[in-house]
């Protein structure tokens, strides 16, 4: 029989995360009236299924992915899109509030003509007013300057000590392991350095390895290198940054930097980039920063070289196993720094993702988004 009340429904958005509630597109006129909300707090694969079945008339037309996404439920893989109670023949797209898209089934959602949106701020689009360019990377850029800055001045250690000790001469005899006057400047058997002049080399230079070098080298004073496959000869030119190619001429190189930073994607190519071999090449006095992923480091073989001395510190705002953080990282507060992947957790962020995110579905549903732009913004 025909159900004349699901004809004249309107589109429905699913938000499986939370949005800003002070957005101004999800309280805009247009946004009300063009679509019907429903709110779902992911649990598992089967209960988000069942959900599915029961709102089947809800016509849902575009999925809000926020932050988590389906991270909760194992990913959104085949097994769920070909579901019966997957919205395939409505939903239009799904939007993203970050730059990653692991765990979603991108050939299959190919295969159903579904479009994958994730945060991009490189460009202005047109999609909101004053919109601000390269948002997320200055704001992961300032978190791997804090893990720089730790890795030189080892202040997290020294707060720590104050803290416990409530004296300031007590607490530098402490971290020096020695009787009597402390000036601040050993730390057992290394010493507290500044970073000024001292060499770092950025694996990847895309938004936040520019803003990041622009930091170090106006901030603290730092001589930039960058690696990767190609030189950005205007930027090598203009900035006084020095290019490496990324591959294994590298190896020969790397004994010269006192600070290397990966910002680089986790893709099979890089698994495992940061390994014995490359550790082997590198500066015993090396701090090393992880704000690309996790699965770039080989855990093991960072385990080894912190507890042998051959690396002076690791920062890392990702994780091999996240959200579980490695064993291996975080037992030493001296020689390592780890903050919970919040690189680009700032209000700032959170909001303009929010707006991006709402603003794409209201184009792609109205028919403002060409077919051949479909996927056009994935990493």
């Known amino acids: 029989m025909f159900d004349a009340s699901s004809a004249t429904r309107k589109p429905t958005v699913l938000f499986i995360a939370d949005p800003s509630e002070t957005s101004a597109t999800l309280n805009s006129k247009e946004f009300k009236e063009k679509f019907d909300i429903l709110r779902y707090d992911l649990d598992t694969k089967e209960e988000f299924l069942r ?11 575009a999925i809000y992915g926020g932050f988590p996404a389906f991270h909760r439920i194992g990913g959104l893989n085949r097994d769920i899109i070909e579901h019966r109670s997957f919205p395939r023949s ?17 050939d299959a959602l190919r295969e159903y003509n579904i479009r994958l949106y994730n945060y991009q701020d490189d460009q202005d689009e047109g999609l909101i007013d004053d919109l601000k360019l390269n948002e997320v990377g200055n704001d992961v850029a300032d978190c791997g300057l804090w893990h720089i800055l730790e890795g030189f001045r080892k202040f997290s250690y020294g707060q720590k000590l104050a803290r416990e000790t409530g004296n300031t001469i007590v ?5 020096a392991r020695k009787d009597g006057f402390a000036f601040g400047h050993e730390l057992g058997n290394m010493f507290i ?6 060499k770092c080399l950025i694996l990847g230079l895309g938004s936040i390895g520019k803003q990041l070098a622009c930091k170090l080298q106006d901030g603290l004073g730092m001589k930039i290198h960058y690696c990767k496959r190609s030189e950005e000869s205007t930027i090598s030119g203009s900035k ?39 550790l082997q090449h590198c500066n015993s006095e090396l701090i090393l920063v992880n704000l690309g992923r996790g699965v770039i480091l080989d855990l093991q073989a960072v385990s080894d070289a912190l507890t042998k001395g051959q690396i ?11 959200p579980i953080i490695d064993e291996e990282i975080k037992v030493s507060d001296k020689l390592t720094s780890i903050t919970p992947h919040l690189g680009s957790a700032t209000k700032e962020v959170f909001e303009q993702s929010c707006e991006l995110a709402l603003a794409k579905i209201l184009r792609v549903v109205s028919g403002e988004v060409a077919e051949d732009k479909c996927f056009s913004r994935i990493v």
């Open 312 to 322: 002076r510190h690791l920062g890392v705002d990702v994780f091999y196993n996240e």
């Open 51 to 61: 959900f599915l079945d029961e709102h089947e008339k809800n016509k849902i037309t």
């Open 90 to 106: 409505d939903l239009k797209c799904i939007v993203l509030c970050s730059r990653g898209c692991n765990g979603l089934d991108l």
């Open 193 to 198: 350095e500044s970073p000024r002049g001292k």
């Open 171 to 175: 607490a530098r005899t402490n971290a």
């Open 240 to 278: 006084n940054w020095k290019f490496h190619r990324l591959d294994d001429t590298i190896y020969a190189k790397l004994h010269q930097f006192h600070a290397i930073v990966i910002t680089l994607p986790g893709t099979h190519q890089t698994k495992h980039l940061i390994n014995e071999k490359f």
